[in-house]
């Protein structure tokens, strides 16, 4: 089979599988992205040099809380569109549904514990420079560390689910070769 055939084929199989709704998809790729550019981000502003720091940790945190409310949009999509049917046997089915519940649950937690880090710190959030964000808790050092802390775990813990998550797509894909991938494309 020639490439051209090849995907000709790969094309006809993706309009012929029931896909996730336009706006999941739209959703899930734009908080990939973010988070694609985020998590990097922020593991690189303690080793950038102190007179752009600021510059780091305003991106950062900004393109976190985009992060947040993406995520909330997603929550509520997905409460009401419909996603297709998933594959795999019943054990698998619930390990996924498991690493997305969870997945979703570090996605709302890493930018809350974030940005509520930063307040306590005292930094308020200007959100891109342009919007000033209301701080709920104001300067309370002795909780920031709290805060700080949940977002570390919640980083490492996102990174752990995105590469169980990237996994099982490579397995569904290149492996069982199903229809597992073109649902989200």
Same mark, same amino acid.
């Given at each position: 089979?020639?490439?051209?055939?090849?995907?000709?084929?790969?094309?006809?199989?993706?309009?012929?599988?029931?896909?996730?709704?336009?706006?999941?998809?739209?959703?899930?790729?734009?908080?990939?992205?973010?988070?694609?550019?985020?998590?990097?981000?922020?593991?690189?502003?303690?080793?950038?040099?102190?007179?752009?720091?600021?510059? #780091?940790?305003?991106? !950062?945190?900004?393109?976190?809380?985009?992060? $947040?409310? %993406?995520?909330? +949009?997603?929550? &509520?999509?997905? @409460?009401?569109?419909?996603?297709?049917?998933?594959?795999?046997?019943?054990?698998?089915?619930?390990?996924?549904?498991?690493?997305?519940?969870?997945?979703?649950?570090?996605?709302?937690?890493?930018?809350?514990?974030?940005?509520?880090?930063?307040?306590?710190?005292?930094?308020?959030?200007?959100?891109?420079?342009?919007?000033?964000?209301?701080?709920?808790?104001?300067?309370?050092?002795?909780?920031?560390?709290? #805060?700080?802390?949940? !977002?570390?775990?919640?980083?490492?813990?996102? $990174?752990? %689910?995105?590469? +169980?998550?990237? &996994?099982?797509? @490579?397995?569904?894909?290149?492996?069982?070769?199903?229809?597992?991938?073109?649902?989200?494309?």
């Amino acid at each position: 089979m020639s490439f051209f055939s090849r995907s000709i084929a790969t094309t006809d199989l993706v309009l012929r599988v029931e896909r996730y709704p336009a706006t999941s998809r739209l959703l899930h790729w734009l908080v990939a992205l973010l988070v694609l550019a985020t998590w990097p981000l922020g593991m690189v502003i303690q080793f950038t040099a102190k007179e752009v720091q600021l510059d #780091f940790y305003m991106l !950062h945190e900004s393109l976190g809380f985009l992060v $947040l409310w %993406l995520m909330l +949009l997603r929550i &509520g999509n997905r @409460l009401v569109a419909r996603p297709p049917q998933p594959e795999g046997r019943a054990a698998e089915r619930a390990a996924a549904g498991l690493v997305h519940g969870l997945l979703y649950v570090l996605l709302v937690v890493m930018p809350v514990s974030g940005f509520l880090a930063t307040n306590a710190h005292g930094f308020p959030l200007v959100w891109f420079n342009l919007v000033p964000v209301w701080s709920p808790i104001g300067k309370t050092p002795e909780i920031a560390g709290i #805060f700080s802390a949940i !977002h570390g775990f919640s980083a490492w813990g996102l $990174l752990a %689910l995105l590469a +169980l998550h990237l &996994g099982a797509v @490579l397995v569904h894909h290149a492996v069982r070769r199903d229809t597992t991938l073109y649902k989200m494309l």
